[in-house]
């Protein structure tokens, strides 16, 4: 992961939807950290700088605020309803020495031999979580596809990972495989598997005419 | 016929109202890359298979296409020249609710050049305004 950042932030004490509104519209993301008992505390940063910090891989941060340095893990990211938009920020309050299970995305690396066979490499998880040493976190853990072949596949537990981590995911989670691609059906096809209706679960059965309970 | 679901508690069903963004449904769950809807809007089962013709055909055997909507709203319509009243319609069709944010398709398995060229033309197919969107960072 990329070196520790530097954030200036400043404390809030007015909390709620229309003081959390008012600070966006002033360019600021509202953030709260926590952890390591200290309870909780608000704060505001610069939506701009954090933004860029996050698209070029930082999780990690040195937040300064009221004078007082603080080193914060992001925890997790609220985004508007177009996932464009940060609206708010968790941090948690880490030791560099402490261990941390973080999710570490995976990087295929090479074109798999089974796709110059009509195969097709159909990727079921794109990020496993570890445990590893908060300074020592793995921007990305890459993953050599070149040698799978059509049938092949590649589980959790055979990804090679970094010194220092360990993996959290259930060794047996499959990562991805490698099959032949099913012949696309034609809306034709589909349309006879359809019913032509469906079933109600509420229709009354009819009853028989002539009988007399 | 279009997609319809298989099992229904009432067939006939209320119109309703769209108010709102979608609050599920609203970033890249299985693909790598996605179009999103940004308005609300009845998606018909027709469209929404014109949409995954255009996909693959474009795709040409290439890559995963994932459906995120499913049309599972009906809707009734009075034939013409019809007095009104005489009871609710037979129906009509069936509907996926889509509200601003929805994820309509999603593609996997292929560059992003390809992967956007093919949901444009998926676009097209769909009565709302979309947008390309890509998978989300892990934290």
């Known amino acids: 992961m990329a070196d520790r950042m530097l954030l200036k932030g400043e404390s809030r004490e007015q909390v709620g939807t229309s003081k959390a509104v008012a600070l966006r519209k002033q360019g600021k993301l509202p953030a709260i950290m926590y952890g390591h008992g200290k309870g909780t505390s608000s704060f505001a940063l610069g939506l701009h700088d954090l933004t860029e910090a996050i698209h070029h891989g930082h999780r990690l941060f040195d937040i300064e605020i009221d004078g007082k340095r603080e080193t914060l893990l992001v925890k997790d990211i609220q985004y508007d309803y177009l996932g464009k938009n940060y609206i708010h920020i968790d941090f948690i309050r880490v030791n560099l020495a402490e261990l941390v299970t973080v999710s570490v995305d995976l990087n295929f690396k090479g074109i798999a031999a089974g796709t110059h066979e009509g195969g097709m490499l159909d990727v079921h998880l794109d990020a496993i979580e570890v445990e590893c040493k908060v300074s020592e976190i793995p921007e990305a853990i890459d993953v050599v596809v070149k040698e799978i072949n059509i049938g092949d596949s590649i589980y959790a537990s055979d990804i090679e990972l970094p010194d220092g981590s360990t993996l959290k995911t259930d060794g047996e989670a499959l990562i991805l495989n490698c099959h032949l691609v099913a012949i696309a059906k034609s809306t034709e096809e589909l349309e006879e598997e359809l019913p032509v209706g469906p079933e109600v679960i509420t229709e009354k059965a009819e009853e028989p005419e002539g009988e007399e309970s | ?139």
């Open chain 2, 1 to 139: 016929m279009a997609l319809m679901p298989k099992r229904v508690k009432y067939r006939k069903k209320m119109r309703g109202k769209m108010k709102g963004n979608a609050c599920r449904g609203n970033f890249v769950a299985f693909g790598e890359f996605g179009l999103q809807a940004l308005e609300c809007s009845w998606v018909t089962g027709r469209q929404i298979e014109a949409g995954r013709v255009a996909a693959t055909h474009f795709l040409h055997r290439e890559g995963k296409v994932h459906i995120r909507i499913f049309p599972d709203h009906s809707y009734t319509c009075k034939p013409l020249e019809t007095r009104m009243g005489k009871g609710k319609a037979e129906i009509a069709g069936w509907v996926a609710r889509v509200k601003p944010g929805a994820v309509l398709y999603e593609i996997g398995g292929v560059p992003e050049d390809i992967a956007r060229a093919a949901l444009a033309r998926v676009a097209y197919k769909m009565p709302v305004r979309c947008r390309f969107i890509t998978k989300r960072h892990s934290l």
